[in-house]
């Protein structure tokens, strides 16, 4: 995927980075719009071959929020997925990471 001269105008600002293997990539930082915000999140994009079912990817699904929204799974749920070959070989092995309300 490449920009435009218009898309480059419109979207950014971007910034480079190198990855592992010194690689150049153009990135963006993400960051919660709260004044108290410590961290930032580096974002870039690179061409992969098609996963298949024994590719090991994690897929994550999530956001900025205050705490006591955050801590609320009423209402707001962050989202992973691992896929696994052999699923209850992994479930035995590293057993559940998911949440468990413990009662107040």
Same mark, same amino acid.
């Given at each position: 995927?490449?920009?435009? !001269?218009?898309? !480059?105008?419109? +979207? ?10 010194? %690689?150049?990539? %153009?990135?963006?930082?993400? !960051?919660?719009?709260?004044? %108290? ?10 061409? +992969? ?21 955050? %801590?609320?799974?009423? =209402?707001?749920? +962050? ?5 696994? =070959? ?5 479930? =035995?092995?590293?057993?559940? +990471?998911?949440?468990?309300?413990? =009662? !107040?």
């Amino acid at each position: 995927m490449s920009f435009t !001269a218009d898309a !480059a105008q419109s +979207v950014g600002p971007l910034i480079t980075s190198l990855d592992p293997d010194g %690689n150049q990539q %153009n990135g963006f930082l993400s !960051a919660s719009p709260y004044d %108290n915000a410590d961290h930032v999140l580096l974002l870039t994009c690179s061409t +992969v071959s098609r996963p298949t079912e024994d590719t090991e990817i994690l897929l994550s699904y999530g956001g900025f929020d205050a705490p006591e929204v955050m %801590n609320d799974t009423s =209402k707001h749920a +962050v989202s992973c997925l691992y896929p696994a =070959k052999d699923a209850e070989q992994l479930k =035995k092995m590293i057993g559940t +990471v998911d949440y468990q309300r413990t =009662k !107040a």
